[in-house]
């Protein structure tokens, strides 16, 4: 343990794979200027109280900052012992300025609460950033549902069959408003991220009494984590984006399948861009839609991570153990799948093209069968009563193998004789959309007050 920073008490070398096994620098590294905005802070706090002198912080934060060059220039060296980013600016920080000052900046701080606050100050940052991004799909899915509203109209699905005629548009609000829901939880996590374990120690707290609310302010944390002890050692932050972003994939999934559905031949309402499709090394006709194909995908990684994460996080003892390194790897990844996602599914749909004429093609006059009992609802038959009649309609229709909407009126009224000339309007999918003009429905009037409440929530 020669040449690591923590090699006082030890006598005997590291294992080399042990070494390997132990550090965290080949991800950690990603994290070098919250690190080092954090060792100023520290010093910076270190000075107020007296501990280390005025002269000492300048020295130390005029390294700080020339470290920081190093790796914005990417000029900066990992050497073997650098075994985490924490111990990697420091080591280079004792090269620039000197040990005797440098040797300094550690006082009274432990790795266990700077990393912590590496990983919330970093992970705030990139939930500003996927809020961005959301907010940006989401006005993609407003602008379309706007736009696509007037005559495309499809089969709406329940066990995936035909069950009611929908408004395109409706459908993709549908999931404009799970997205909705996904930005307001995000916000909520943030909450959360956002507080400072600065201050806590290794896990006792600070003997310097250092002011913990300067260096939480100086960060830009909102407040300061209470129990110095539950500082180093909760991960709860990283568990709940992780069941952020699993949620959120879930839903990029469901949308992607019903995508991928509608884009086959046998739908055919939509048409995905080249740009989001690949072709086949062996068929020459093919045009998969690999982009939905990994968006749907992804969100087993995601689920797999938040799992694994939950696993490793429980049943440990209070405070710090290593074990809560495990919680790296899957916020990283969690991070980069969710934000490339969020992009390619934006491409997908700000590209995809329409096709009203399948949608059209694909309705069938029993998708009006619920239209039909509720004619005979509106002349005060019970709706029991209606929908067996209109259950023999469908029935007679299929028996004469004739549309439903072709049946003559003669033999609508051999059914029911309350059937009166003007039932042959209900066959008709525009008026049927728009009959479901109570709030959420359907109709046009519904669609458009939903994409106003939508909006607004994105205000
Ligand atoms: N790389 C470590 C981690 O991610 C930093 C904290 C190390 N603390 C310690 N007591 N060994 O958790």
Request: include cysteine; hydrophobic fraction near 40%; charge should be negative.
């Amino acid at each position: 343990a020669e040449g690591m920073l923590w090699g006082g008490r030890f006598t005997g070398g590291i294992d080399p794979l042990m070494h390997k096994y132990n550090a965290s620098i080949s991800y950690d590294k990603l994290l070098y200027k919250e690190d080092i905005l954090g060792s100023i802070a520290f010093a910076r706090a270190n000075a107020k109280s007296g501990i280390i002198s005025d002269d000492e912080f300048v020295e130390i934060e005029r390294g700080l900052h020339e470290v920081l060059k190093e790796w914005d220039t990417d000029t900066f060296t990992i050497r073997p012992n650098d075994e985490d980013i924490h111990t990697a600016n420091e080591r280079r920080l004792g090269e620039i300025i000197g040990k005797d000052i440098a040797g300094k900046l550690h006082t009274g701080r432990s790795r266990n609460e700077q990393v912590v606050c590496d990983m919330r100050m970093w992970l705030r940052e990139r939930i500003h950033e996927i809020d961005d991004q959301l907010v940006a799909f989401l006005q993609v899915i407003i602008t379309r549902a706007e736009v696509e509203i007037s005559d495309h109209i499809m089969p709406g699905y329940t066990h995936l069959q035909r069950a009611m005629a929908v408004r395109f548009s409706a459908w993709l609000l549908s999931f404009g408003f799970a997205f909705a829901s996904d930005l307001e939880r995000l916000r909520e996590t943030l909450k959360r991220v956002n507080k400072s374990p600065l201050g806590s120690g290794a896990l006792a707290g600070n003997a310097f009494n250092i002011d913990r609310d300067m260096m939480a302010k100086e960060l830009g944390f909102d407040g300061i984590l209470w129990n110095s002890m539950g500082a180093v050692s909760s991960r709860d932050f990283v568990t709940e984006f992780l069941q952020w972003g699993s949620m959120f994939m879930g839903h990029i999934s469901n949308w992607s399948q019903d995508l991928i559905l509608y884009s086959s031949s046998e739908f055919g309402f939509v048409s995905i861009a080249d740009a989001y499709s690949t072709g086949s090394s062996l068929m020459p006709q093919k045009k998969n839609p690999d982009g939905l194909e990994l968006l749907r995908g992804k969100s087993g990684r995601c689920f797999g991570q938040l799992a694994g994460f939950m696993m490793t996080s429980k049943a440990l003892t209070s405070t710090y153990n290593k074990d809560l390194q495990e919680s790296w790897e899957p916020m990283l990844d969690h991070v980069s799948t969710i934000s490339d996602s969020i992009q390619i599914a934006n491409g997908i749909l700000s590209t995809l093209t329409l096709r009203p004429e399948q949608m059209l093609a694909a309705l069938d006059p029993t998708l009006l069968a619920t239209d039909l009992a509720d004619f005979l609802v509106r002349k005060g038959v019970p709706f029991r009563e209606t929908h067996h009649i209109s259950g023999q309609v469908v029935a007679k229709s299929e028996e004469l193998g004739i549309p439903m909407d072709k049946l003559s009126l003669e033999q609508l009224q051999a059914i029911d004789d309350r059937f009166s000339k003007d039932v042959m309007d209900t066959f008709n999918y525009e008026t049927s959309v728009e009959s479901r003009s109570a709030k959420g429905g359907t109709s046009r009037s519904s669609v458009l007050e939903q994409i106003k409440v939508l909006r607004a929530l994105l205000k």
